[in-house]
């Protein structure tokens, strides 16, 4: 992939520091990295390493709360670290662009997105408003796009994830950057929608002769992407060597733990011989207001003390069915039954205790939490609404729930969730659904924006509560790894349907509904040629076209 040996970003013991308990502290301690032009950096480690910090200190930029105290950061002979603020901002966005975990969340909602491709190279002069919308419309075309001519005239809810993921990249492009910086963007998406991304992002590096920095936690992923990989711990270099050595012979301790994460499989559970399901989703159909429908005749079971994972890309109905259950949508058709019960199909029908019986875990536990409530209200809440607990006996509970998600109440019971990481702020949300004393917990997404050593923890951690609290999971996931980890069943769901499901040990094995086949093949494998080799099987060139690397259409 590197064409021109030409060196466009140079960092050298670099150290950035963090503000907290009125003192600054070093995060980054001391990290070199070079980078040519046309070249790809995987910058890989758990939650905390100083990833996304290094990302962002090499467009010369030190996030709230942090100030780059030490080091060099040259970009292209400029020296960013003495640079005026103008002098950076004149480099943001034209020659370093940035692409964002979440392209939901980055986009302005209530703008078209071509306004909002357009607003740098008009901003920065490079091009003309029209000359900018013919730019941009080439671009969604060379990252196929689908209708690139009108996908850009609609606003960012109108499109798929995985599309205005591809849309954001064509956004970094718009100036014909000379580095991006690639955070996570592929984190939240299924592994369908995934290999679109990752071959749109890789075509248009290449076409453009980019450079680019591909911050990730996931393995496979940096090793179809990156050219070198360097892996960080606590702000600090590990070790860093070209791809295929980094992947086939690591030599440090801490990478060698990487490679070996995932090691967690909770034993296969079967639903018992008789007895009544715990929930049951009867012939259900859905749609949202008029729109058109979202489910079709979807039914299942779930007993009592076991997981169903529902597997399936984006828009397969996986979550409409969550909304389902938990009353938020009501069916248009069939039903949902507890303990043989009906449940009254919209939630503010239902009586207390039936909404204490089902609660959510959410995939992003940074917009499920307050930032500004403390621990202790956010856990306390449903353990007052539902128990009716006050005073002492509200703080005894509250206590007892953070021992259960094996965190210290004398530390975390008056913080607030930005002084946690990620994974601490997940366990903070599974307190917050148990403090209900639910028998059924949705699980939406809940390990796919955790590092895969955090994920691996609170997969342990939701199994051992199912065994002490008899728990029944329903485990909505794209990650197959995080499946063969927890599941009993498995659901593969397609188009609003339920296309396959069974034990989770006979789900792994063939034959396979063809939809269940394209899953399995689309997880990505260590492998720095599996990318390459999966487009070229599905007879899909280096542009990831979704509608020729899927089966069925």
Same mark, same amino acid.
């Given at each position: ?28 301690? $001391? ?6 032009? *046309?070249?790809?950096? *995987?910058?890989? *480690? ?13 467009? $010369? ?27 950076? +901002? ?9 692409? =964002? ?23 920065? +002069?490079?091009?003309? +408003? ?35 993921? #591809?849309?954001?990249? =064509? ?13 996570? /963007? ?15 992002? #890789? ?5 453009? %002769? ?38 086939? %012979? ?57 997981? &169903? ?38 939630? +503010? ?142 659901? &593969? ?30 997880? /990505? ?13 599905? *007879? ?14």
């Amino acid at each position: 992939m590197v064409k021109d040996k030409d060196v466009l970003l140079k960092i050298k013991d670099l150290k950035i520091q963090g503000y907290s308990d009125e003192t600054w502290v070093d995060i980054i301690k $001391g990290v070199d990295l070079t980078l040519h032009r *046309g070249e790809v950096m *995987g910058l890989i *480690g758990e939650s905390g390493a100083g990833k996304s910090t290094i990302g962002a200190g090499a467009m $010369g930029y030190a996030r709230d709360g942090t100030r780059i105290s030490e080091g060099s950061i040259e970009f292209d002979g400029m020296e960013l670290t003495t640079a005026t603020e103008d002098e950076r +901002r004149a480099l943001r966005g034209a020659r370093i662009a940035y692409v =964002a975990q979440s392209a939901a969340a980055s986009f302005n909602p209530s703008h078209k997105i071509i306004d909002q491709h357009t607003e740098a190279p008009v901003q920065y +002069r490079i091009q003309k +408003r029209m000359e900018a919308q013919e730019d941009a419309i080439d671009l969604y075309n060379r990252l196929r796009l689908p209708n690139p001519d009108e996908i850009g005239f609609r606003y960012p809810h109108q499109v798929s994830g995985g599309q205005l993921q #591809r849309a954001m990249t =064509a956004m970094a492009m718009s100036c014909r950057p000379d580095l991006i910086i690639f955070d996570e /963007p592929t984190t939240a998406l299924d592994v369908t929608t995934q290999i679109e991304v990752l071959a749109a992002i #890789r075509d248009i590096v290449d076409q453009f %002769n980019t450079a680019a920095i591909y911050i990730t936690h996931d393995l496979a992923v940096v090793a179809q992407m990156a050219d070198t990989i360097k892996v960080l711990l606590k702000g600090n270099e590990v070790e860093e060597a070209p791809t295929e050595e980094m992947l086939n %012979n690591p030599k440090e301790d801490y990478t060698k733990s990487l490679w070996a994460v995932r090691s967690f499989e909770s034993p296969q559970r079967y639903r018992p011989e008789d007895g009544t399901p715990l929930i049951s989703v009867k012939n259900v159909d859905a749609a949202y207001a008029s729109g058109p429908k979202i489910l079709n005749d979807v039914s299942f079971d779930i007993y009592a003390g076991m997981t &169903v994972a529902v597997v399936g890309e984006s828009g397969s109905g996986k979550s409409t069915t969550a909304r389902c259950i938990t009353g938020l949508l009501p069916p248009q058709k069939g039903e949902v039954l507890f303990n043989g019960t009906p449940f009254p199909p919209d939630y +503010r029908n239902r009586t207390k205790e039936e909404l204490r019986q089902c609660q959510m875990i959410y995939q992003m536990a940074d917009t499920a939490l307050n930032p500004k409530v403390r621990i202790s209200e956010i856990i306390g809440r449903p353990a007052q609404f539902y128990s009716g607990l006050t005073g002492a006996a509200l703080k005894n509970r509250v206590d007892e729930l953070l021992d259960l998600i094996e965190l210290d109440p004398a530390k975390y019971y008056n913080r607030y969730p930005p002084e946690l990481s990620g994974g601490q702020k997940q366990r903070i949300g599974i307190a917050r659904a148990l403090a209900a004393e639910p028998t059924f917990i949705v699980c939406d997404e809940v390990t796919s924006a955790l590092d895969q050593l955090v994920a691996e923890g609170i997969l342990r951690l939701l199994d051992r509560l199912q065994d002490e609290l008899n728990l029944a999971y329903m485990f909505i996931t794209h990650d197959l790894a995080t499946v063969r980890s927890i599941a009993d069943e498995v659901i &593969v769901m397609q188009h609003g349907k339920v296309v396959e499901q069974g034990p989770k040990d006979d789900m792994f094995k063939p034959p396979h509904h063809p939809y269940t086949d394209l899953l399995l093949s689309s997880v /990505p494998e260590m492998d720095p040629n599996w990318l390459t080799t999966l487009l070229e099987e599905r *007879g899909v060139d280096n542009l990831g076209d979704a509608a020729a690397a899927r089966i069925g259409g």
